[in-house]
């Protein structure tokens, strides 16, 4: 229904206003409103661009040209697409649970957008300036895993609940990682307000101390908004969409701009935490910030272009073997080297030589395990005499 | 309970399987097939000969000539024509290429069925090079109607040598760089090595045959083990895997197209440069004599059999086809127990079955 997209965006307000007036008590509830309204708004065109950056890297890898009819270079074509998902009849099954087939989406998205309210785009540029930020954005992300799992079971379809469930394991799972190393962040940063996460890094970017904290960040994170190549409970070819299997039109939409925002917001993340947020010569801090961001979003994309799938069984082992021991490894070299006040260097050194080490015995174990396969080569002649 | 199909991405047309689940784990699955089903065999028997080309074409819609060159030759065979060379190297060399575009068609949706969804755009590039080949030589893409009993329909291009040779190269560079991009990408490994073996034996018994039992290690290539048309005067290599897994039977379908490759370039020299494309004295509505024969030929998927009765007449009195993935997919059961639902989706690809086919 086309009300839906309303009904978000009220629900979406009314919820930031009561976060926000926790926090302040006393301000216009009209000018929150119309904060909130902004910031919606500029989300949702990052959405666009997302998905006309992520067609074209495609196309690019793919050595098409992606969309080009619809403006300049395809660039209306995000617009195009929004406006015929709204026009689009909205069907919903006979069976559905249909309260919670209505919520789904907004279970997901509300909590995405949610989070938004505390991520700063530059040191100024900031809805509200939480002092446990990091805090509220970890636990906002995670509601949306309920979201999906509601989305599956209302869908009263198997592949949806195949997919919900599957999603319900691959996001706590990923969870872990991804929260040790935003606590390795803060116990750097000495904060948990994102501001000073970020100007805190001054010219030496956390990237720079901690490579093996990022990749694995990006990887859990990469996996926690479930794309390639951990997107398993979407899974086009397994699972038909997974918890999204049901739902066309305006509902999908919704679920699509979450999806969307939630990317940008590991993009934003790592921005934050790794490179040193908004700092950088000559341009504005926002256009820094983005361009950060796009660069981070552009590797993901070509991560997507270039990866198969993981099948669900060796997603959870490289989540609870691989990334969840290696990040409280990290947590616990971050903690020696801070008590006993070691140089910025030993860092680095340590956690490349992890990261190389990690990597190493990850291409072992799964390339030379057993010989790399070959085909043999019979000639037709040998054949033919035989 | 999960009812996977008829209308699945990932069941290439319109196959069903239903799959008894425990969790993520299949613990039983049971193929439906005949969704598809025209009834293509019983048509047969109320069509004159020469219209029955258009039926097979609508087989293996992705290797139209291998199923024209199929049915021709097994007429031929009966009525003891021999075609002139010029015919039957133009045949080989547009059956080769249409082999490389079918396993470039498969090479891109295992990649999808995988997960990754770069290769299907590789792979529909050099299908693209192909196809407008095809389209020059016989004026369309899929459905060809271009060969006859006895020779061919017209003479292709008179640039047709050059053509091909032109697309050679660029084919060969499109191989390698698909090649490049899957076969040993760590997460493909993972997800195809050691998924859906089949023994040498089990494959065999099941009635397997081209690219899939060969991935199980028997070097069974009827090109070579009863040559038919020109073929026993190429030399190229029959690919062999080692395990039986998903994993080898993708490799052996790369492997294969550069096989095909070379084909095409030894057919190219030898190809004279004029003479017949049709044998003489071939009726425009040929009469077989009566009898049965049964001639078969190695299609991109396998082994495809005609057994033809013909009581004398302008149509054949029962044709009965033995098509390759129909037997490909008897062996899709017993993969599937105890494997992941991914798994599922990748062994049901690498069998690389099509439909038109399976179901007739």
Redesign the interface.
């Given at each position: 229904m086309i009300l839906l997209i309303p009904l978000a965006v009220v629900l979406a307000g009314l919820v930031s206003i009561v976060v926000l007036a926790i926090g302040y008590g006393g301000e216009d509830v009209a000018l929150l409103l119309g904060k909130a309204l902004a910031l919606l708004s500029i989300l949702s065109v990052v959405v666009l661009s997302l998905t006309w950056v992520e067609r074209k890297a495609?196309a690019r890898?793919?050595?098409?040209m992606g969309p080009m009819r619809v403006g300049p270079y395809g660039l209306l074509q995000p617009i195009a697409d929004g406006l015929k998902l709204l026009i689009k009849e909205d069907i919903m099954p006979a069976w559905v649970d249909r309260p919670i087939y209505w919520m789904a989406p907004l279970a997901v998205f509300v909590p995405s957008f949610m989070v938004w309210l505390t991520m700063p785009f530059s040191s100024s540029l900031v809805l509200r300036d939480m002092e446990l930020g990091l805090l509220y954005v970890l636990a906002m992300s995670v509601l949306s895993i309920i979201g999906l799992i509601m989305a599956g079971w209302g869908s009263a379809n198997?592949?949806g609940v195949?997919g919900g469930l599957?999603s319900a394991a691959q996001l706590i799972s990923y969870e872990i990682p991804l929260i040790v190393i935003a606590i390795t962040i803060a116990m750097m940063a000495g904060t948990l307000n994102l501001t000073e996460i970020a100007t805190g890094q001054g010219n030496t970017w956390y990237v720079l101390m901690q490579p093996l904290a990022l990749v694995i960040f990006l990887l859990a994170g990469l996996a926690e908004v479930g794309r390639?190549?951990f997107?398993?409970f979407q899974?086009?070819?397994?699972?038909?969409g997974g918890p999204f299997i049901e739902y066309s039109g305006a509902h999908w939409s919704i679920f699509f701009l979450g999806e969307y925002i939630n990317t940008f917001l590991v993009a934003a993340l790592i921005t934050i935490f790794f490179l040193g947020g908004w700092s950088g010569p000559l341009l504005p801090e926002v256009a820094w910030f983005l361009i950060k961001c796009y660069i981070v979003i552009l590797v993901m994309f070509w991560l997507?272009?270039?990866?198969?799938?993981?099948?669900?069984?060796?997603l959870m082992a490289f989540g609870w073997q691989g990334l969840v021991p290696l990040s409280f490894l990290n947590f616990l070299m971050v903690a020696f080297a801070m008590f006993y006040g070691w140089p910025d260097w030993v860092q680095t050194v340590l956690s490349l030589t992890m990261l190389i080490t990690a990597s190493t015995f990850l291409?072992l174990k799964?390339?030379s395990k057993?010989v790399?396969?070959?085909?043999?080569?019979?000639?037709?002649?040998e054949?033919?005499r035989a | 309970m999960v009812n996977m199909g008829p209308q699945h991405p990932s069941t290439h047309g319109v196959f069903r399987m239903v799959l008894w689940v425990d969790g993520e784990r299949i613990v039983d699955a049971e193929p439906h097939i005949g969704y598809l089903h025209r009834g293509s065999e019983k048509l047969c028997e109320g069509e004159l000969y020469p219209q029955i080309i258009t039926l097979f074409d609508r087989l293996d819609y992705l290797a139209n000539y291998n199923m024209e060159l199929a049915f021709c030759a097994t007429v031929e065979k009966i009525m003891g024509i021999t075609v002139p060379d010029r015919a039957e190297y133009i045949r080989v060399i547009l059956c080769e290429l249409n082999r490389i575009s079918s396993h470039m068609l498969f090479y891109g949706t295992m990649g999808l069925d995988a997960g990754a969804m770069t290769p299907i755009m590789y792979g529909f590039r050099e299908r693209e090079r192909i196809q407008n080949l095809f389209e020059a030589v016989s004026g369309a893409r899929m459905m060809h109607n271009y060969f006859r009993i006895g020779g061919l329909r017209e003479d292709p291009p008179d640039d047709f040598a050059e053509r091909v040779a032109g697309i050679l190269p660029a084919l060969a560079q499109g191989i390698e760089e698909g090649d490049k991009l899957l076969t040993y990408n760590e997460v493909f490994l993972a997800r195809s090595r050691g998924i859906g073996v089949l023994s040498g034996q089990e494959a065999l018994d099941y009635g397997l045959s081209g690219p899939s039992l060969r991935a199980s290690g028997i070097p069974d290539d009827i090109r070579v083990i009863e040559p038919y048309s020109v073929y026993d005067r190429f030399d190229f290599d029959i690919p062999v895997g080692n395990n039986g897994d998903t994993w080898d039977r993708y490799a052996m379908r790369v492997e294969e197209m550069r096989q095909s490759l070379r084909i095409v370039e030894q057919a190219l020299e030898q190809m004279p440069d004029d003479g017949p494309i049709k044998a003489a004295g071939v009726r425009a509505i040929p009469r077989p004599p009566e009898g049965e024969v049964y001639f078969r030929i190695e299609t991109p998927r396998g082994e495809m059999g005609v057994y033809l009765v013909s009581d004398g007449g302008d149509k054949p009195y029962r044709l009965k086809v033995r098509p390759p993935s129909f037997a490909n997919l008897q062996a899709l059961r017993p993969m599937l127990r105890g494997v992941y639902i991914a798994d599922a989706v990748m062994i049901l690809g690498s069998l690389d079955i099509v439909l038109g086919e399976v179901d007739r």
């Open positions: 495609l890898i793919q050595q098409r198997k592949y195949i599957r390639s190549p997107d398993i899974a086009e070819s397994e699972v038909v997507r272009g270039t990866m198969p799938r993981l099948r669900i069984d060796q291409y799964t390339a057993k790399r396969p070959t085909v043999r080569l019979i000639p037709a002649r054949v033919r | -």
